[in-house]
């Protein structure tokens, strides 16, 4: 692997990206054992067990009235620091998912959160250092199981650990994510070397991460044409869909600190970490909108340490050195064009998936998505060299 040179002056994050990029580094726990001592087996087993029975309890009509009945527990920051990171990303996807299956279950959306809900939410959100919601992260990057360990990060090998129904369309739905995300694992990893190859002015090792760079969006643009398989539109529309929205004046029983009636975005891509650490490590500036505001509140629901390796690639010089070398300039722009192919994938299964659907445009994080997502794929190509 190439390394920065001694007068390299980026400094680097304290974490890094591995060959699946964002995706939980080794792999999301699949149970709570490792949250032992911090929760007594018994308290561990009936959370679990909540998680196993959420899509048959949100079709009986009786989802509120269970997680009503699960313990009551507040760990503090100091317990929860002795503890397996992953197990307290367990924790916090399983609350999450409680939260929006209390919040967002028909026949009405409820206007409070019980403290068995209310209350370990908000300390993990705090430990964590995300909003005490069901985000892109819990559903994405630490919501998986391998169905075959030895078959790689595909959507067919890929099982969701925690759902709102028993649909094939939702697994698939967030199978597809998931492989995205992984695939995306080569991308940052051309993204770092670029970023060295500009501060080297090394043109040779700097066609060959924008060469990478270009083959990994067309592997990420094949995955998300992968989505109508198993997934149907009306299906996903008005069956999935309709638990991933965000929370509008919900108060949190028991928090202090969230004494107010609580606005949170719900789930949605434009909460993962992928492309604006592309747009990152490429130079690629959008102007600032009420739409890029939109963009830019979704960034607290991204971990801390993928926002710190977003803020690293920022550094980058490629855009600069490409425009000062003609064949780097032609495979940046060839880079932004397959990057715009993505974003207009993107697009179509938006529209097909919920425009086509509705006479509504706003996505699950609260965005004018159809609006939002042209002008991201204008200024795309506004920004070519």
């Not at 919900?250 to 949170?264: I, K, N, S």
């Not at 830019?296 to 803020?311: D, G, K, L, S, V």
């Amino acid at each position: 692997m190439q390394t920065p040179s001694s007068s390299e002056p980026h400094i680097e994050p304290h974490w890094q990206p591995g060959e699946t990029g964002f995706l939980i580094q080794p792999g999301p726990l699949c149970d709570l054992s490792a949250a032992a001592p911090l929760l007594p087996p018994e308290s561990a087993a009936h959370i679990e067990d909540a998680a196993a029975h959420l899509p048959q309890w949100i079709t009986a009509g009786t989802v509120r009235a269970e997680l009503e009945r699960l313990p009551l527990w507040q760990p503090d920051g100091a317990a929860l620091a002795t503890i397996d990171g992953r197990a307290i990303e367990r924790l916090f996807m399983l609350y999450g998912y409680f939260a929006s299956a209390y919040i967002l279950s028909p026949p009405h959306q409820h206007d409070h959160l019980p403290p068995t809900l209310a209350v370990p939410l908000a300390a993990l959100a705090q430990h964590v250092g995300r909003p005490p919601m069901l985000s892109y992260t819990a559903q994405v990057l630490t919501n998986w199981r391998l169905r075959d360990p030895a078959q790689g990060l595909t959507p067919d090998n890929i099982d969701v650990q925690v759902r709102f129904t028993t649909l094939e369309d939702e697994r698939w739905f967030f199978a597809v994510h998931t492989s995205i995300e992984a695939r995306g694992g080569a991308l940052l990893q051309a993204l770092r070397q670029g970023m060295w190859a500009a501060a080297d002015q090394d043109e040779a090792a700097a066609l060959k991460s924008l060469r990478q760079l270009q083959r990994g969006l067309i592997d990420i643009t094949r995955l998300f044409h992968r989505m109508p398989e198993h997934c149907e539109p009306r299906t996903y529309y008005l069956q999935v869909r309709p638990f991933l929205f965000g929370f509008d004046g919900v108060r949190f029983d028991d928090v202090p600190a969230l004494a107010e009636p609580q606005t949170l975005r719900g789930g949605s891509g434009a909460q993962s970490s992928l492309v604006p650490a592309l747009l990152a490590g490429l130079g690629v500036d959008h102007a600032q909108t009420a739409l890029t505001h939109h963009l830019n509140a979704m960034h607290p629901y991204m971990p801390r340490a993928h926002r710190e390796f977003i803020r690293y690639l920022r550094q980058s010089t490629l855009r600069e050195y490409a425009r000062q070398r003609l064949a780097l300039r032609h495979e940046y722009n060839n880079a932004l064009q397959r990057l715009m192919t993505f974003r207009r994938a993107h697009l179509h299964y938006a529209r097909t998936y919920i425009f086509a659907l509705s006479s509504e445009s706003r996505g699950t994080g609260g965005t004018d998505f159809m609006r939002f997502l042209s002008q991201l794929i204008e200024e795309t190509d506004h920004n070519k060299l």
